[in-house]
């Protein structure tokens, strides 16, 4: 990203032409980024509440106040007899580099010996699923799928999401590549591929094996590659036997010849290419769903070809040294450990002792976490002592006693690896931060001073901490250094070119083979095969909840927002106009909806306002909420997350945002 400044101010931001995967192009949003660093909406100063929590009424108060009072009731709280675990860190990815994500905060709260956060919320089903077969968050290299003969999206709307994997896979169907979705909605994305598999939400595992299935009995596979590659190949074959394309069409809402279709067209076009992404672990069986698909490309041999295989992250193929950077050595006792994705289980009724403290930060959780009635709840609590660290006045920021202002990525140092390529990038600041603001590492600089804490390590600076982000030493940062990667602004890392991780094997498992089956899980009491476990909530697996809510919900990410991010940007929320449901017209018929009707969605944990939107995108059965809204910018002031449940998959401790049933009424 360039940024351009004139007298101080940045008035352009643009890709950078030079860098291969961004190639001069940013996505919608990021385009936009100076809307967000100019917005008038910006935190500027310290505040105080002065109102009742949720009013969102605050002074303003000086940072000397803002950190002597934190300091104070943090040391107040660890002295009580409670202890320092009432205290509670609570962030993710608003910020996502490794020093304003997961360096000085993290020595801080290891420090004081507050309770860890299990960040869940995003990515750790896949993680989980992947790493049991595949060993790491590794896979292809993003530039490689030009080449692809074969690209099977999977659960990801890149058009709206994934905007540089998008552009390489637009120039193989240029070359002739066969480009399929797999989806439960008829994205933008599965608009412009040659087919569209639209299954039911969480039944992806049962695809996959559908897919094993036919390849095994078509004898569409690479023997060589599973003799010399895989462990397990005798037992998975046995599991994947069961699920013929008639069973395998039936618990995904298709017909079975388009099971047959797609298991022959990636048995046989070559090279063949996976693209899955998140949308999919986002129910009771995510991590088994990856685990499935993660399987697949071994199975055919994909991986021999560089423009073969699969790829969900590309994250574990940084050498990050977490150690260096969190400290988790710093850590007193044995603090408990409480997931971000029941966090409003966590505040109101689980934790033990009770959260007594929370700092926000890199996250707006009364928002986005899951079953937002208990997240306000919680929140509302007048005995919790609650920080937020923003950019804006967030549904989250409206619950704080003392707010932060945060620095935006134009104004802060920050060392990024990457889930979608293979380069590392220097974050340097364009501009200094606007008014008072402060990035999380020069606050918890302070806040560690404050409390006393003397180690030398809080008394680094940002390049300090820059310094220490890859583990020394590492083949594949050869040549990568602090300074040179300032200066150049990025720069790929050691690997060959073309680039294919597993041609010869070599997979980061304990066996070095790809593990269908994993002694691994079974030592961890999991089933050491990946398999099909059904929703929570769906007709097959719950039909007395379905007769009441028939409908599956999902709330994938609209396309001007990212998450809760921009969402309050006036020129987004303009293209989104409205939170919207879209509902098939069988569905809208049966109910009496009309195209643009107020509707509510509702279950037995809340309900949502939406303007109806009748289309054949959302399939029979399903309906599709484009999120997240803010909650106080929606009518009625209640978003997607009203709706969604604490239920976690069965991998991961992840949430399980698309596994929830509705019903939608006019309102």
Not at 58 to 67: M, P, Q, Y
Not at 302 to 322: I, K, Y
Not at 639 to 666: I, K
Request: net charge neutral.
């Amino acid at each position: 990203m360039l940024v351009t400044v004139e007298n101080g101010r940045a008035i352009e931001v643009r890709g950078a032409p030079d860098h291969p995967t961004t190639a001069g192009t940013l996505c919608t949003k990021v385009a936009r980024y100076l809307d967000r660093t100019y917005s008038p909406d910006r935190l500027r100063h310290p505040m105080r509440r002065v109102g009742r929590k949720g009013d969102g009424r605050f002074a303003r108060i000086s940072w000397e106040e803002a950190l002597g009072e934190i300091a104070l009731r943090f040391r107040q709280i660890a002295e009580s007899a409670d202890g320092p675990q009432a205290i509670l860190p609570y962030s993710y990815a608003g910020t996502m580099g490794l020093l304003q994500g997961q360096s000085m905060d993290r020595r801080f709260f290891h420090r004081l010996g507050a309770s860890l956060l299990d960040r869940t919320i995003c990515a750790s089903a896949g993680k989980a699923g992947w790493g049991a077969v595949v060993g790491a968050s590794m896979g292809m290299d993003v530039e490689e799928y030009a080449n692809s003969g074969l690209i099977l999206i999977w659960g990801s709307n890149p058009v709206t999401s994934n905007l540089h994997f998008w552009t390489r896979a637009q120039e193989a169907k240029r070359r002739g590549a066969r480009l399929v979705a797999i989806d439960p909605y008829r994205s933008a994305t599965a608009d412009k591929c040659h087919e569209h598999v639209a299954l039911l939400p969480g039944t992806d595992a049962a695809l996959a094996f559908g897919i094993m299935q036919v390849l095994i009995a078509d004898g569409l596979l690479d023997r060589d590659y599973i003799d010399r590659h895989t462990i397990g190949f005798d037992a998975l074959a046995a599991r994947a036997a069961a699920w013929t394309p008639e069973r395998t069409a039936h618990t995904c809402g298709i017909a079975p010849e388009q099971v047959v279709r797609l298991a022959r067209e990636y048995g046989t076009i070559r090279p063949a290419a996976i693209r899955l992404n998140y949308g999919l672990q986002r129910a009771r069986g995510g991590g088994n769903a990856v685990r499935a698909i993660a399987c697949l490309p071994a199975l055919v041999g994909a991986w021999r070809h560089p423009a073969g295989g699969a790829l969900l992250s590309s994250s574990g193929t940084f050498p990050v040294d977490a150690a260096a950077l969190e400290r988790p050595d710093l850590i007193r006792g044995s603090p408990r450990t409480i997931n971000m994705s029941t966090i409003g289980d966590a505040l109101t009724r689980l934790a033990d002792p009770p959260v007594r403290a929370i700092y926000v930060y890199n996250s707006n959780p009364v928002a986005v976490a899951p079953e937002s009635s208990r997240v306000v709840e919680g929140f509302s609590r007048e005995d919790l002592f609650c920080v937020v660290h923003e950019i804006f006045r967030t549904d989250t920021a409206d619950y704080a006693d003392i707010l932060l202002p945060a620095t935006t990525q134009l104004e802060q140092t920050d060392i990024h690896n990457s889930y979608g390529h293979l380069y590392a990038l220097a974050n340097n600041p364009a501009i200094a931060p606007l008014a008072e603001a402060l990035p999380n590492t020069e606050v918890f600089r302070r806040l560690a001073a404050r409390m006393g804490f003397t180690d030398p390590c809080f008394r680094e600076s940002d390049d300090d901490l820059a310094r220490q982000a890859f583990r020394a030493g590492d083949p594949r940062v050869r040549g990568i250094d602090w300074d040179s990667l300032k200066a150049d602004g990025w720069r790929r890392l050691d690997l060959p070119r073309p680039y294919a991780p597993f041609a010869q094997g070599g997979f980061p498992t304990p066996s070095g083979k790809c593990e269908f089956w994993s002694a691994r899980m079974q030592a961890a009491g999991e089933d050491p095969l990946p398999d099909h476990v059904p929703p929570y909530e769906s007709a097959a697996s719950n039909p007395d909840l379905a007769r009441r809510y028939p409908l599956a919900f999902i709330s994938p990410p609209a396309r001007n927002f990212l998450n809760s991010s921009f969402a309050n940007l006036p020129l987004s929320i303009a293209e989104e106009t409205a939170p919207r449901v879209e509902i098939h017209p069988g569905d809208a018929a049966a109910r009496d909806i009309g195209d643009g009707d107020s509707v509510r969605v509702f279950n037995d944990r809340g309900s949502m306002l939406a303007m109806a939107r009748i289309t054949d995108r959302a399939r029979m059965g399903v309906v599709v909420a484009p999120s997240v809204w803010w909650r106080k910018l929606a009518p009625g002031g209640e978003n997607a997350n009203a709706l969604t449940s604490q239920a976690l998959t069965d991998l991961g401790r992840a949430p399980t945002f698309y596994d929830c049933l509705v019903e939608v009424a006019p309102a």
